[in-house]
């Protein structure tokens, strides 16, 4: 079993940066893919990116491409979204998200633990 706890998020205006962490427990962290979702009030969870094991590996979704960043400290067991020139439609419930073994995916599907998610909403 894999417990994942997200913070870092909040209120933030346009144009702004959120950085948001991940701490991992529970298993080796290291062979885990991790991954950021989102999801805000009446929509779908949505892929926002994911990282593989080694940390060699990103993806990110098309809307988050050149202002998000995905990282990850194996070390401290931790995964990092950086955030920068955040959008109105960046507003949402962030969640982090663990696969075990060296894939990447961008399936929710694919990803059995979570953590209880984190808010951010950018102000206009």
């Known amino acids: 079993q894999v417990q994942l706890v997200e913070s870092g998020g909040g209120l933030v205006q346009v144009g702004g940066s959120l950085r948001l962490s991940c701490v991992a427990s529970g298993r080796t962290f290291s062979n885990y893919a991790m991954g950021w979702f989102r999801q805000a009030p009446g929509k779908e969870r949505e892929f926002v990116a994911s990282i593989a094991w080694d940390t060699d590996s990103t993806v990110l979704a098309d809307s988050v491409n050149g202002r998000f960043t995905i990282s990850r400290d194996n070390a401290k067991n931790t995964v990092y979204l950086q955030m920068n020139s955040l959008k109105p439609e960046d507003t949402a419930v962030y969640y982090c998200?663990?696969?075990w073994g060296m894939g990447l995916t961008s399936r929710r599907q694919d990803y059995p633990y979570w953590g209880q998610g984190t808010q951010v909403t950018v102000s206009s």
């Open positions: 998200a663990a696969k």
